[in-house]
T-cell receptor, first 117, second 113 residues
Framework: SAVISQKPSRDICQRGTSLTIQCQVD?????MFWYRQQPGQSLTLIAT?????????ESGFVIDKFPISRPNLTFSTLTVSNMSPEDSSIYLC??????????????FGAGSRLTVL | KNQVEQSPQSLIILEGKNCTLQ??????????LRWYKQDTGRGPVSLTI?????NTKSNGRYTATLDADTKQSSLHITASQLSDSASYIC????????????FGAGTRLFVKA
């Protein structure tokens, strides 16, 4: 399966600033996914990063708050803009390493733990 | 509404004991069900994946079952080890012209010596 590297692994940021999280995959993938995991909660999909087109955002998430770049098939970034303490979460990058049957199997990066003061 | 419900929310067991985690879902049309293990501070790691026609799937000491009729799945952990302490997340996908993934809230397992 794919190996995903995320950085930073953790950061502490001041309110009002922005942070960019990087995700590098060791193979070319069509779609990359960005998830948020708030403390004690399960994962929520933020957006799907498509190479060559704008990201597709889920309900409740907007591009101005979470701009995404996808310059090639192995790399993506997620920016958390104008941060507030409510943005304190783990942000996870994921790719679909589908089995031959076509069933989608998500492989995740280790996550980026963000704390906003 | 497409939902995935897991129980219990948390569980404490002694090392060496067995345990079973439950997952009920209402996702439709069903595509596949996966169990993930998430260690604290890490990303989830896939344990098993089952499609509609599969009833059971094992991965070492982990055995997952699926009853597609009752829309229930379980994850059985045999001879638990301290390293099994983690969150276990049930994930169900539906295929409506594109895969949609729904995550359960997870069961937090604590294995004590």
């Amino acid at each position: 399966s794919a190996v995903i590297s995320q950085k930073p692994s953790r950061d502490i940021c001041q309110r009002g600033t922005s942070l960019t999280i990087q995700c590098q995959v060791d193979s070319q993938v069509t779609m990359m996914f960005w998830y948020r995991q708030q403390p004690g909660q399960s994962l929520t999909l933020i957006a799907t990063a498509n190479q060559g087109s704008e990201a597709t955002y889920e309900s409740g998430f907007v591009i101005d708050k979470f701009p995404i770049s996808r310059p090639n098939l192995t790399f993506s970034t997620l920016t958390v803009s104008n941060m507030s303490p409510e943005d304190s979460s783990i942000y996870l990058c994921s790719v679909n390493t589908g089995a031959p049957s076509g069933a989608n199997v998500l492989t995740f990066g280790a996550g980026s733990r963000l704390t906003v003061l | 509404k497409n939902q995935v419900e897991q129980s219990p929310q948390s569980l404490i067991i002694l090392e060496g004991k067995n345990c079973t985690l439950q997952c009920n879902y209402t996702v439709s049309p069903f595509s596949n069900l996966r169990w993930y293990k998430q260690d604290t501070g890490r990303g989830p790691v896939s344990l098993t994946i089952m499609t509609f026609s599969e009833n059971t799937k094992s991965n070492g000491r982990y055995t997952a079952t699926l009853d597609a009729d009752t829309k229930q799945s379980s994850l059985h952990i045999t001879a638990s080890q301290l390293s099994d302490s983690a969150s276990y997340i049930c994930v169900v996908s539906r295929n409506t012209g594109g895969f949609k993934t729904i995550f359960g809230a997870g069961t937090r397992l604590f294995v004590k010596a």
